[in-house]
T-cell receptor, first 114, second 113 residues
């Protein structure tokens, strides 16, 4: 158990619908990251938070994507007007301290857009 | 900018034989390098980490990796494969601010009985 939980584990939706994923790290994890992994590929960085502040966003994060971490604890990743190309595994990872602690990954939320 | 290339997308070995998973990286500074393992329907797990200390790094489950700056390589090895080692392995480089990990494309390790 890495202490990082994600919900839901699987989501099937129709194109054009909005979806939201949630990540719950343990309280000591002040850095939180979102990654996207498509089939047969390595995870790609989307964004990260230091406490509640979103400090960096990848160009992969189009304007249909928004991430929040309102109280510096759990985080949500919302995708609006989903497209079939959004089908992927969305991974959350978290670490304690600053930038050097071990990164712990959740088991991911798999999105299928029909 | 940083990048990682895993030279083999699939590696197949027999149980009890050595494992070699190859990784080359590109970085404009002294990088931190990692190997992660991903079993089906499981989260990514850290195998080992290099952060400019000893160039030979030992990890969990008998894996080790050697950092070779002159070759910009960080290959993962294990003397004797076990059936439970079958999984996807990712070589990862971290930027020097610790803000972002860049993953390689992955190597799927298959272990034959």
């Amino acid at each position: 158990d890495t202490g990082v939980s994600q919900d839901p584990r699987h989501k099937i939706t129709k194109r054009g619908q909005n979806v939201t994923f949630r990540c719950d790290p343990i309280s000591e994890h002040n850095r939180l990251y979102w990654y996207r992994q498509t089939l047969g590929q390595g995870p790609e960085f989307l964004t990260y938070f230091q406490n509640e502040a979103q400090l960096e966003k990848s160009r992969l994060l189009s304007d249909r994507f928004s991430a929040e971490r309102p109280k510096g604890s759990f985080s949500t990743l919302e995708i609006q007007r989903t497209e079939q190309g959004d089908s992927a595994m969305y991974l959350c990872a978290a670490r304690m301290g600053g930038s050097t602690g071990e990164l712990f990954f959740g088991e991911g939320s798999r999105l299928t857009v029909l | 900018a940083q990048s990682v290339t895993q030279l083999d997308s699939h590696v197949s070995v027999s149980e009890g034989t050595p494992v070699l998973l190859r990784c080359n990286y590109s970085s404009s500074y002294s990088p931190s390098l990692f190997w992660y393992v991903q079993h089906p329907n499981k989260g990514l797990q850290l195998l080992l980490k290099y952060t400019s200390a000893a160039t030979l790094v030992k990890g969990i489950n008998g894996f080790e990796a050697e950092f070779k700056k002159s070759e910009t390589s960080f290959h993962l090895t294990k003397p004797s494969a076990h059936m439970s080692d079958a999984a996807e392995y990712f070589c990862v480089v971290e930027d020097n601010a610790g803000n972002m990990l860049t993953f390689g494309g992955g190597t799927r390790l298959m272990v034959k009985p």
